[in-house]
Structure formats: structure tokens, C-alpha cells
């Protein structure tokens, strides 16, 4: 798929958002991009993970054993590029605001994972899941994401395969531009939600 392919699936599916948005590391944005709206259709989620899935190859990871995503946003991604490597494909969830793996899922030392990502804006939430599974002792080679909204800026610590690079501009809360700071904010992301109690 092409940079103008992967866009204009987030097109048609409505995704790309205008407004002023609160994204998951703070900063603020006036673009969002709603993968949601991408996975609600699996035909198209097929395609773009697909792709994912043969950039991950070219780019020398064809030998990872596991996928792991981080929720909420990753999981969807991650199924789906995992079915095209023919891999499990697991993911970690944020338990006080901080990623683990549960739900019985386990790693092997020798193992050699992969964490699939839906966008990465700062490269943070990757980070974080990484620290996570190094935590538990797992081989982390690589990480891979649909959208890289830094446009290549980023740096998860471990080499990152982007589909598309799509650099977009984002802004601390204390430095908007004015007609951002017009326009209130919105947080579409699920870190820092209540969860269930
Ligand atoms: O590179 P970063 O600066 O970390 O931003 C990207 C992250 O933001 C979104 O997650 P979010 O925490 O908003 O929640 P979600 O997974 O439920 O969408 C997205 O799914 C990535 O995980
Ligand atoms: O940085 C984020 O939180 C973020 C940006 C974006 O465009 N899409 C998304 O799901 N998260
Ligand atoms: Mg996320």
C-alpha cells in the first residue's frame, strides 16, 4: 500500500479528525486520527495490517515468535497483523495506569517479540508497554505501527516499522496556537479513563 492508499482508507472510514484534541501524552493536537473507526471494518483493517505485516518482513523481523499490543488501541492491530506473520498475538493492559500482561498470556526467553502499535504520536505508549515486558524478562527486537504521526521523530528504543510516516503537528497545553486554544478539548484515548470498580 502506498502512503496515499493507507490515507485515504482513514478517509473513507472517517477517521480523520479536525478539532482540538487532548492526545495519550498530553500534548495537544488539531488532528486526530480515530483508527477505531478503521477497525470497525475488517475488510479494510485486513489490508492495512497485511501491508504491515510484508513491511515487518522487508524489514528483517520475519523471525519474531509473538506480537504484543498495547490496549486499547493496539489490540485490534495486533490480532490482525499477527494472523498475516502467523503468530500469537498478545497484548498488555494499563492496571493503575501501568502496563502488565495478564490474562494468562506468557513469554519464553527465547521468544523474540514484536509490539504492534496502532499510531504512534511520541512513542511513549510503545516505551511504556516495552519497559513492561523487559520487566518480566522478555526479548523485545522490534516495534511496528500503522501510523507514525512524528514522522519518524520518534524513539520507542527498539528499531520501529511504520507503515506510513504522516507527521502531524502537536502542541504542549501551555504553548497553543491561538486557534487552537479557541476550540475546546477533546480526549478520545482510553489512558488515564476510570476504569470498571
Ligand atoms: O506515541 P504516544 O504519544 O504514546 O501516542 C500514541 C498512543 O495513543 C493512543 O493510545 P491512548 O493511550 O490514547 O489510548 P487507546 O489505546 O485506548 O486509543 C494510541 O493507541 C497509541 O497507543
Ligand atoms: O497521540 C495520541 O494519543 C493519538 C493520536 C492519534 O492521532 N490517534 C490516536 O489514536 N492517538
Ligand atoms: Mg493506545
Redesign the pocket.
Given at each position: 500500500m502506498t502512503r496515499d492508499d493507507v490515507l485515504a482508507v482513514f478517509r473513507e472510514c472517517g477517521a480523520m479528525l479536525e478539532g482540538h484534541?487532548i492526545?495519550?501524552?498530553g500534548?495537544r493536537?488539531p488532528?486526530?486520527?480515530?483508527?477505531a473507526k478503521v477497525f470497525q471494518y475488517p475488510a479494510q483493517t485486513e489490508k492495512l495490517c497485511k501491508a504491515l505485516a510484508a513491511k515487518i518482513h522487508a524489514d528483517g523481523f520475519g523471525d519474531v515468535t509473538k506480537v504484543v499490543s498495547p490496549a486499547i488501541?493496539g489490540i485490534i492491530p495486533g490480532y490482525e497483523t499477527a494472523r498475516h506473520l502467523n503468530l500469537p498475538a498478545l497484548y498488555t493492559e494499563r492496571v493503575d495506569g501501568k502496563f502488565e500482561l495478564r490474562r494468562g498470556f506468557e513469554i519464553a526467553p527465547d521468544d523474540k517479540v514484536i509490539v504492534v502499535e496502532?499510531?504512534v504520536?511520541?512513542g511513549l505508549s510503545i516505551r511504556e508497554c516495552v519497559a513492561a515486558l523487559r520487566d518480566i524478562g522478555a526479548n523485545v527486537v522490534a516495534a511496528a505501527c500503522l501510523?507514525d504521526?512524528s514522522g519518524g521523530e520518534a524513539d520507542v528504543g527498539v528499531p520501529l516499522v511504520s507503515l506510513i510516516e504522516y507527521k502531524?503537528p502537536?502542541y504542549p497545553a501551555d504553548q497553543l496556537p491561538p486557534e487552537l486554544a479557541a476550540i475546546p478539548a477533546i480526549k478520545?484515548?482510553s489512558?488515564g479513563i476510570q476504569g470498571v470498580k
Open positions: 484534541f492526545l495519550s501524552s500534548l493536537s488532528v486526530f486520527l480515530q483508527k488501541g496502532d499510531i504520536s511520541t501510523i504521526r502531524v502537536a478520545p484515548g489512558r
